[in-house]
Antibody, heavy 119, light 109 residues
Framework: QVQLVESGGGVVQPGRSLRLSCAAS????????MTWVRQAPGKGLEWLGL????????HYADSVKGRFTLSRDNSKNTMFLQMDSLRPDDTAVYYC????????????WGQGTLVTVSS | EIVVTQSPANLSLSPGERATLSCWAS??????LAWIQHKPGQAPRLLIY???NRAPGIPARFRGSASGADFGLTISSLEPEDFAVYYC???????????FGGGTRVEMK
């Protein structure tokens, strides 16, 4: 079955970097656009960015453009989120998800990984 | 920038009652809309894609609708497992952007 497992979360100081991973299994990873979404404590869902099936195209939310970078390694069925210059308001649970063909929704989600930005 | 608004923010209902959730976009553009269910500590779950199509395994009591830039999710008869937060998710294509609504919390009365 389709599984997405995020890892790499933890406590990090403001201004530092962190890289999250999303390991995929149970489907042809290299055929799907993938995305990252986060949820800050007490807040709603916030889209961060998406990366095309082949990694050639990335698109970002304005709130993270220039600080966050999406990448993927289709040979390892893994997507990454590089987060630089982290701020306390980046504290959130970070989810990866698979996008349905045609951009019609995100049909599978991981359980999330918690990132806490604090000194 | 498209703004996506959900209403109401909170809905207090009893099992067996009908839930009616609304979502609208600030602009009428070429978009696709999905509805997501999210429970604390769990992965979000896709309910409806492309405004009115139920995702595999989603019960028939969930129905999505669309009229221009206005979208709706109806749960015909609430089951205990339906109490959760519901988000609409709008995708625009040039450039690709996803915007979530602020969510509707459906709580048990």
């Amino acid at each position: 079955q389709v599984q997405l497992v995020e890892s790499g979360g933890g406590v990090v100081q403001p201004g530092r970097s962190l890289r999250l991973s999303c390991a995929a299994s149970g489907f042809s990873f290299g055929r799907y656009t993938m995305t990252w979404v986060r949820q800050a404590p007490g807040k709603g869902l916030e889209w961060l960015g998406l990366i095309s099936y082949d990694g050639d195209n990335e698109h970002y939310a304005d709130s993270v453009k220039g600080r966050f970078t999406l990448s993927r390694d289709n040979s390892k069925n893994t997507m990454f989120l590089q987060m630089d210059s982290l701020r306390p308001d980046d504290t959130a649970v970070y989810y990866c998800a698979r996008e349905l063909t045609g951009g019609l929704g995100f049909d599978y989600w991981g359980q999330g990984t918690l990132v806490t930005v604090s000194s | 920038e498209i703004v996506v608004t959900q209403s109401p923010a909170n809905l207090s209902l009893s099992p067996g009652e009908r839930a009616t959730l609304s979502c609208w976009a600030s602009q009428s553009v070429s978009t696709s809309l999905a509805w997501i269910q999210h429970k604390p500590g769990q992965a979000p779950r896709l309910l409806i894609y492309d405004a009115s199509n139920r995702a595999p395994g989603i019960p028939a009591r969930f129905r999505g609708s669309a009229s221009g830039a206005d979208f709706g999710l109806t749960i015909s008869s609430l089951e205990p497992e339906d109490f959760a937060v519901y988000y609409c998710q709008l995708r625009t294509n040039r450039p690709p952007r996803i915007t979530f609504g602020g969510g509707t919390r459906v709580e048990m009365k």
